[in-house]
């Protein structure tokens, strides 16, 4: 994978948003370090989990791979083409090719147009004209999506919000795009229907070869869906591994505990006791960050070195290739609960 | 069985709008035992958040028809008056909101907020209930409760503002709490905490504690029995062991099949139930799970659309379900067999 040029390569990628304050005269008086210094690439057909609490800056990742937002320092390559700070014309053609989905499918839909109208838009902004026609092309995504193409003359409020985001999906998929960064795109579903919009994901991936950037905070669900995942914590990336790597081996001691915290619906007597690690406190302010390694508030690990020095984001002892892990003092295998240790015996070795 | 401490009979709320009729509980009945936790899992609009309302007396009664029994020991609380029911809430009954900020006013300090309950129900002078006010927050686990219990609610983190809640519902030890998606809007780090906050308490203090979500992960850690709802009506009961285990009603094998696990199987396709929740404007005839149901036509003579389903408990646990008992055992066995690995 690592000698091809990969489809999105982002180095250092940094967004920090200007406090104002001040009277009378207005100066920036802080920064929230949303994103502060991201490494991570994706390749073609490749989906790649970003997952972490609110406010830890997957969102603005999200935004700033689209250009939706302008970094504050890094780069950004899309298909080896510096795309960090391209103006808006030169960014034309690459936006069709970068789409979003959203979190939420009732305001992500223009309520005054029909779903023929919505998802035609993106063509007819970039001039695209289907053989067939522009009409024929809707009438095929909705039949992707799994809506009835009968229903291109409805509104959005007609529809529900499982269908809804079904739109949204079929608008992403309307320029054929490489990649997609989608958003929470399950987190505002009811239970029984995120799994529809879950499968209906998966298809597209499968089917389309369309790279995914899939931002969410459920665990499980991002880990059906991807095939590397990124856990972030207050702007950073602390852990990036393959998905059974994370899963099976994870080396961050925020990575366990996050793990740990998700309750599964499992009645769990008879169970194996899974071992939960209890995190105190809550997420510091992204406007003052602690120093170091930014985690070490919460950690029950932390020595005075973490709080002097920045862990770099590295293959650490014992990972496999691509795993990679900030931490001073990584988690071992042997602590490491036995149900999902036994899944992955080698990385024991 | 003695009498239980909250019995809930044949309970039907029903709104009129202008569309018409809402039947938002249609018929529902539990007891809950003092220290025990019933957990209610069901999508939006299956009308658990409506059943609790109707519990502390809180919907427009202008709107709202509200029929059948609710004893909150052996007091009835339906033909009960708006002073009687002022009375028990907050004081006997007390609830915790989804929406923690919103549900705190913005203009009043933490601690005026918490001691005003605790000043209604108990006649305290404002010096006494700010000092409540404090052993509540450092009993909730706010660090330096002395100094925080003069902030504002904006100054509070959200797993804060929850604990803050949970401070409010609790100042006056009720002996039945309701909480209203507590931890939805919180991260699963701080869900954790405040949901080991509240097994605490409940240990303590012996609070019977109705909790509804939509997350069968968290009712798994959480509940003691389990009531599924569906459409305004309860599908299933049991103890937590047996609903999640060894569903008896389609609807939760769907709801339990098709969520993702931490340490299943990932290459396979999600198991998702087709179609949308029913409007409860025009509900579906007979079973309202039947348009959605895999198993409707294996019953016979088309009883699903025809027939409402009885719901049968014995023992605590029963769904409602036209299936024979050999066909669940036939459908449910297979999914309890897998689960168990």
């Known amino acids: ?349 | 069985m003695s009498t239980p401490f909250l019995s809930v009979r044949d309970l039907r709320v029903h709104f009129s709008t202008e569309d018409g009729v809402v039947k938002a509980v249609d018929g529902l009945s539990f007891d809950l035992e003092k220290g025990k936790t019933l957990g209610i899992v069901g999508e939006s609009g299956s009308g658990k958040s409506v059943t609790n309302m109707a519990i502390l007396g809180l919907h427009d009664r202008r709107n709202t028809a509200l029929d059948g029994e609710i004893l909150l020991d052996g007091k009835e609380l339906i033909t009960a008056t708006e002073r009687e029911l002022e009375e028990l809430r907050g004081n006997t009954m007390s609830m915790i909101f989804q929406d923690a900020l919103a549900s705190l006013s913005p203009y009043h300090t933490i601690g005026a907020q918490i001691g005003e309950t605790y000043r209604k129900h108990t006649g305290a002078s404002k010096k006494e209930a700010r000092e409540r006010a404090v052993e509540m927050l450092r009993r909730v686990g706010i660090p330096q409760p002395d100094i925080r219990v003069d902030d504002y609610p904006h100054q509070f983190s959200g797993g804060m503002r929850q604990r803050a809640m949970i401070a409010m519902a609790l100042v006056c030890d009720p002996e039945l709490l309701i909480a209203d998606e507590p931890t939805t809007a919180l991260d699963v780090t701080v869900q954790a905490q405040i949901m080991d906050l509240l097994k605490d308490l409940q240990q303590e203090f012996g609070t019977a504690i109705i909790f509804i979500t939509h997350d069968l992960g968290v009712i798994a850690d959480i509940a003691d029995d389990v009531l599924v709802m569906y459409g305004g009506r309860c599908v299933e009961r049991g103890t937590k062991k047996e609903v999640l285990r060894t569903p008896q009603h389609p609807y939760t094998l769907g709801l339990l099949s098709s969520m993702p696990s931490l340490d299943g199987p990932v290459d396979v396709p999600l198991s998702p139930i087709p179609g949308s929740p029913p409007s409860l404007l025009n509900p579906p005839s007979g079973c309202r799970f039947h348009p959605r149901c895999a198993f409707a036509e294996k019953v016979a003579g088309g009883l699903c659309s025809t027939e409402r389903p009885t719901l049968e408990i014995v023992d605590g646990r029963g769904s409602a379900c036209h299936l024979t008992p050999e066909q669940k055992r036939e459908i449910f066995d297979g999914f309890t067999a897998a689960r168990t690995h």
């Open chain 1, 1 to 349: 994978m690592s000698n091809t040029t990969p489809l999105l390569d982002v180095t250092g990628l940094t967004k920090h948003f200007p406090v104002k304050g001040g009277f009378p005269i207005r100066r920036t008086i802080g920064a929230v370090q949303a994103v502060d210094g991201l490494d991570f690439q994706v390749s073609e057909g490749e989906s790649l989990g970003l997952v972490g609490e609110s406010g830890c800056g997957k969102s603005t990742t999200g935004r700033l791979i689209t250009r939706l937002l302008e970094p504050t320092g890094g780069k950004i390559s899309y298909r080896g083409q510096d795309i960090t700070h391209a103006g808006r014309k030169d960014l034309v053609p690459i936006r069709s090719e970068i789409q979003m989905i959203f979190q939420d499918p009732y305001a992500s839909l223009n309520p005054r147009q029909t779903v023929g109208k919505i998802i035609s838009g993106p063509m007819e902004i970039n001039g695209i004209q289907p053989s067939g026609g522009r009409e024929k092309r809707v009438r095929e995504l909705l039949e992707i999506v799994g809506l009835n193409p009968e229903h291109y003359n409805r509104f959005p409020h007609e529809f529900s919000g499982g269908q809804r985001q079904r739109i949204g999906v079929a608008r992403a998929l309307a320029l054929e795009p490489k990649l997609i960064v989608a958003d929470e795109p399950v987190s505002a579903l009811d239970v029984s229907i995120q799994a529809q919009v879950v499968n209906l994901l998966q298809k597209v991936q499968k089917d389309l070869g369309i790279a995914f950037v899939f931002i969410a905070h459920d665990l499980a669900v991002v880990r059906h869906f991807s095939h590397r995942v990124a856990v972030m914590y207050l702007g950073k990336i602390v852990e990036v591994a393959d998905r059974d790597d994370l899963y099976g081996n994870p080396r961050h001691p925020y990575t366990r505990a996050l793990l740990s915290a998700v309750p599964e619906a499992t009645a769990e007597e008879d169970a194996p006791a899974r071992e939960r690690i209890r995190l105190t406190g809550d997420v510091p302010s992204p406007l003052n960050p602690p120093s170091g390694c930014r985690f070490r508030t919460r950690c029950w690990k932390a020595t005075e070195k973490c709080a002097t020095e920045m862990p770099p984001l590295v293959q650490v002892e014992g990972n496999k290739p691509g795993h990679l892990t900030a931490c001073h003092y990584p988690e071992t295998q042997e602590t490491v609960p036995a149900p999902r240790a036994a899944k992955d015996p080698e990385a024991a070795a």
